[in-house]
T-cell receptor, first 112, second 113 residues
Framework: NAGVTQTPKFQVLKTGQSMTLQCAQD?????MSWYRQDPGMGLRLIHY???????DQGEVPNGYNVSRSTTEDFPLRLLSAAPSQTSVYFC???????????FGPGTRLLVL | AQSVTQPDIHITVSEGASLELRCNYS??????LFWYVQSPGQGLQLLLK??????LVQGIKGFEAEFKRSQSSFNLRKPSVHWSDAAEYFC???????????FGAGTTVTVRA
């Protein structure tokens, strides 16, 4: 098993550009989530999904969109990047909502 | 709203010494509590979790945590640290009503020889 994979590992964007952060898992997990990690603030939940076709907002959803068309994939879309979205983004998955979450290696995003 | 406070930003401990990391939470009902560890440049790994039952929870890598409802705390302990325990540690709280996990700001642990 590859576990949770994220691409790209690092990305530089200009303000206003759009991009999609990819997340995939091969463990047939129902629950997937996106977090951002900023210094001194821990991890904050952006969006999560409890199964294909079902998504919900977390603590900091503004500026981000998600969809869950398959069990395996949970992409995070930035429609118009802003410098405040400079962060490290982690995707996680678990069998159900409160089972052990497995984290991906992260995507480091810099918005200029 | 649920929240987590980790009062110690940075702790330095000697190899072989004991370690205790503090975590205080705020949650309206019975909380689900977690400790995660993040090694440099890595994702997070679950150390242990508490849902119910015995308030002393054993985890991986020799870690344990104790849930104290009266103090709203879930402190992490290890009797004897190893150099490989140098990492950032995060406490998190969630609840049965939804799947939203709230993390603390983290405590960085440095292990000196």
């Amino acid at each position: 098993n590859a576990g949770v994979t994220q691409t790209p590992k690092f990305q530089v964007l200009k303000t206003g550009q759009s991009m999609t952060l990819q997340c995939a898992q091969d463990m047939n997990h129902e629950y997937m989530s996106w977090y951002r990690q900023d210094p001194g603030m821990g991890l904050r939940l952006i969006h999560y999904s409890v199964g294909a076709g079902i998504t919900d907002q977390g603590e900091v959803p503004n500026g981000y969109n998600v969809s869950r068309s398959t069990t395996e994939d949970f992409p995070l879309r930035l429609l118009s990047a802003a410098p405040s979205q400079t962060s490290v983004y982690f995707c996680a998955s678990s069998r159900t909502g409160w089972e052990t979450q497995y984290f991906g290696p992260g995507t480091r995003l810099l918005v200029l | 709203a649920q929240s987590v406070t980790q009062p110690d930003i940075h702790i330095t401990v000697s190899e072989g010494a004991s370690l205790e990391l503090r975590c205080n939470y705020s949650y309206g009902a019975t909380p689900y509590l977690f400790w995660y560890v993040q090694s440099p440049g890595q994702g997070l790994q679950l150390l242990l979790k508490y849902f119910s039952g015995d308030t002393l929870v054993q985890g991986i890598k020799g870690f344990e945590a104790e849930f104290k409802r009266s103090q709203s705390s879930f402190n992490l302990r290890k009797p004897s640290v190893h150099w490989s325990d140098a990492a950032e540690y995060f406490c998190a709280v969630g609840g049965s009503s939804d799947y939203k996990l709230s993390f603390g700001a983290g405590t960085t642990v440095t292990v000196r020889a």
